[in-house]
């Protein structure tokens, strides 16, 4: 196997990890390891609005008050390498779950580009295009 091959091998196993890293991050409130998912720089754009920085997506993110408990799922992941820099998309289902019981749906698709630091591949923006929401979403965004 060339050694070319490997490394694509490797950065595409690392980015589909940072898609599921990004996914824990959000339902577990992981904002201590931002920096292990995001660059420094990172533009993020749903719904909410525009972040730009850590500090505006952490805000973003973990301003999803009324909710107890969120639940993401990613399939349909397609990474395209071009060096050092790479995108990846990934349908998204969220479920919301308010009072115990109450649950809303979110569905879209993250598109987010990527690049090779240091430390690893990072996300450097994310734009989040929904498909569909239950009502029950409305409250929050």
Known sequence: MSTDLLQRLADRAELDDL???HTLWVDEARW???DRVFTEDVVVTSLRGEARGIPA???MVSGHTGYEATLHTKANTVIELDGDTASVRANDIGVFIANGEEAA???GTHHYTARRTPAGWRFDSL??????LTGAIARVL
Do not use: K
């Open 57 to 59: 997506l952490v805000a």
């Open 127 to 132: 734009r989040v295009v929904p498909f569909a």
């Open 32 to 34: 201590d390891e931002t």
């Open 19 to 21: 898609v599921a890293r």
């Open 105 to 107: 749906i979110a569905s």
